[in-house]
């Protein structure tokens, strides 16, 4: 009974939301294949750690929802930055275009 102790301990401290892994039935299987009790908790802590390390939260999906969202809007800004910057200068060739006929025209 203190090993069930010690792994709903350890799972409850280490494990977040990100996948339920049943370490007492982990370690109760590995013990019953031969391993030493010690060795299958080592195993078990050494596995929740690995998952914890590697998968992805609610939270991290969340965040990383929220920079590409940022970064979408910093996007849009900057396309219509380059819109209004581009419009400016093709009226202002517009213009010299124009001034540059009506000069020919003049000289001619």
Known sequence: MVLVALCRSFYDLTMT???????HRFVKRLTESGFTERQAETLAEEHVVLLNANLATKTDIAEVKAGTEALRQETKAAIEAVKADLLKWLFGALIAQGGLIVALVKLL
């Open 17 to 23: 939301e990100a996948i339920a892994f049943d370490t």
